[in-house]
């Protein structure tokens, strides 16, 4: 089992920054890559961003170049800087980790991003 622990969601003035970070604990070796997702009202959940075990990463075309993943293995948390957000942004963002093998995927709670006009 992974438990992952997401943190640093709040209120923020369009054009400001954020930065959450996630952090895992449990069977910590087994994972592999994780990600953060966001879930607005009324919609999908998408992918953010993106990094695998040798941090490669991947972002959604709509957070390219203003949101920025990083991840420190060591620690097996993964954070994501969010840079000009804009009220689009709002949404509920959620960490997630995929283990090697049978890709088992685990979700945290989430963390609330709210972003005034």
């Known amino acids: 089992q992974v438990q992952l622990e997401e943190s640093g969601g709040g209120l923020v003035q369009a054009g400001g920054s954020l930065r959450l970070s996630c952090a895992a604990s449990?069977?910590?070796?087994?994972?592999?890559?994780m990600a953060w997702y966001r879930q607005a009202p009324g919609k999908q959940r998408e992918l953010v961003a993106g990094?695998?075990?040798?941090?490669?990463?991947n972002y959604a075309d709509s957070v390219k170049g203003r949101f920025t993943i990083s991840r420190d293995n060591a620690e097996n948390a993964v954070y994501l800087q969010m840079n000009r957000l804009k009220p689009e942004d709002t949404a509920v963002y959620y960490c997630?980790?995929?283990?090697?093998?049978?890709?088992?995927?685990?979700w945290g709670q989430g963390t609330r991003v709210t972003v005034s006009s």
């Open positions: 990094s695998s075990l040798s941090h490669t990463t």
């Open positions: 449990g069977s910590i070796s087994s994972i592999n890559a």
């Open positions: 997630q980790a995929v283990t090697g093998g049978i890709r088992k995927v685990y």
